[in-house]
């Protein structure tokens, strides 16, 4: 069982930046890929970034290509999504979630563990 706790959403004006956090819990967390989906307002749930057990390899979605930063700390449970040149699209609550094994996947479907999410809201 992996718990997963969010942290560091909040308000920000357009063009700023935050860093989401992700703190797991449990022994084996160097064993999970981890991934950020976000959900905004009215819409289904969407993939945003995936990271490797290892850290070794990284994804994004073209929508936060070059702006967000997925890294993880495996020996403090945590991973983090440094997000830049937010933009008001980028209003969403943030979730992060966690898979059992080597490579990276980005289907909701395929996920474990979830958080319960941290809200970004971006201001215009």
């Known amino acids: 069982q992996v718990q997963l706790v969010e942290s560091g959403g909040g308000l920000v004006q357009a063009g700023g930046s935050l860093r989401l956090s992700c703190a797991a819990s449990?022994?084996?967390?160097?064993?999970?890929?981890m991934d950020w989906f976000r959900q905004a307002p009215g819409k289904e749930r969407e993939f945003v970034a995936a990271?490797?057990?290892?850290?070794?390899?990284?994804y994004y979605a073209d929508s936060v290509k070059g702006r967000f930063t997925f890294s993880r700390d495996n020996a403090k449970n945590t991973v983090y999504l440094q997000m830049h040149s937010l933009q008001p699209e980028d209003t969403a609550v943030y979730y992060c979630?966690?898979?059992w094994g080597s490579g990276w996947d980005s289907g909701a479907n395929a996920m474990d563990y979830w958080g319960k999410g941290t809200l970004v809201t971006v201001s215009s």
């Open positions: 979630a966690a898979k």
């Open positions: 449990g022994r084996t967390f160097g064993g999970y890929a």
């Open positions: 990271i490797t057990r290892d850290g070794g390899v990284t």
